[in-house]
């Protein structure tokens, strides 16, 4: 992380966090895991998933799965996509848990977690991101913590008006388009953590990206 970066955070008043890709390396966890849900279904089907959640990294399971489920000649039914919902989470959940941090990630976050507020916002369900953040002991770090089924974008909103903070005094972090767009729809200013998955996005937010959160 630059210095640069290192100061606009220290005269933020709020940070907001994505979570795969930014705080843990999990984001191949769950391609993985959305490989082998539908991989009974044949193997251009279970691609098919896989490569379209890459390419729509940060956007909630329960936008993805109904259409996975019409790729897969399944009743897109409220009953069926709970219950595939619950096996992905089964899939997915203790090996979130057990990835590798972000580099840099921990030390960040305990040496400015009294100077601005901390606010995660991810596709992850709430509760699930939750019982996920009290097994890593991280929560008491986040002010607030957002999770599906609200919108990123919308998360932004309500803090930024709950808590009377300007755009100009926030950031966001985050690794994926739905990261980007839902800062930029609410004019806050957004650094991306760039990974193999994201090249066109590090075109885009061009100097405004980070590797890890170590200090350059």
């Known amino acids: 992380m630059s210095e640069y970066l290192h100061h606009l955070v220290n005269y933020s008043k709020v940070v907001f966090w994505d979570f795969d890709g930014v705080i843990k390396d999990s984001?191949?966890?769950?391609?993985?895991?959305?490989?082998?849900?539908?991989?009974?279904?044949?193997d251009k089907v279970s691609s098919m998933v896989k490569g379209h959640h890459e390419e729509n990294g940060g956007v909630s399971r329960f936008n993805?799965?109904?259409?996975?489920?019409?790729?897969?000649?399944?009743?897109?039914?409220?009953?069926?996509?709970?219950?595939?919902?619950n096996k992905f989470s089964a899939l997915v959940k203790q090996s979130v848990i057990d990835s590798p941090w972000v580099p840099g990630f921990l030390e960040f976050i305990e040496g400015n977690c009294n100077k601005q507020k901390h606010i995660l916002i991810t596709a992850t369900p709430k509760d699930e991101i939750e019982e996920i953040l009290e097994k890593l002991d991280i929560s008491r770090f986040f002010y607030k913590v957002?999770?599906?089924?609200?919108?990123?974008?919308?998360?932004?909103?309500?803090?930024?008006?709950?808590?009377?903070?300007?755009?100009?005094?926030a950031i966001m972090f985050g690794d994926s388009n739905s990261?980007?767009?839902?800062?930029k729809y609410n004019s806050v200013l957004f650094f991306l953590?760039?990974?193999?998955?994201?090249?066109?996005?590090?075109?885009?937010?061009?100097?405004?990206?980070?590797?890890?959160f170590i200090n350059e």
Request: aromatic share 10%.
């Open 27 to 42: 984001v191949e966890i769950k391609s993985a895991a959305f490989e082998k849900l539908f991989k009974p279904y044949g």
């Open 64 to 85: 993805k799965i109904p259409l996975y489920l019409s790729w897969s000649n399944e009743l897109v039914t409220n009953e069926n996509i709970q219950k595939f919902c």
């Open 146 to 169: 957002y999770g599906a089924p609200v919108l990123k974008k919308d998360a932004i909103s309500i803090e930024l008006n709950n808590l009377a903070i300007k755009p100009k005094n």
């Open 179 to 183: 990261d980007y767009e839902a800062a």
């Open 193 to 212: 953590r760039c990974t193999d998955l994201n090249k066109d996005l590090q075109k885009i937010c061009k100097n405004n990206t980070f590797k890890d």
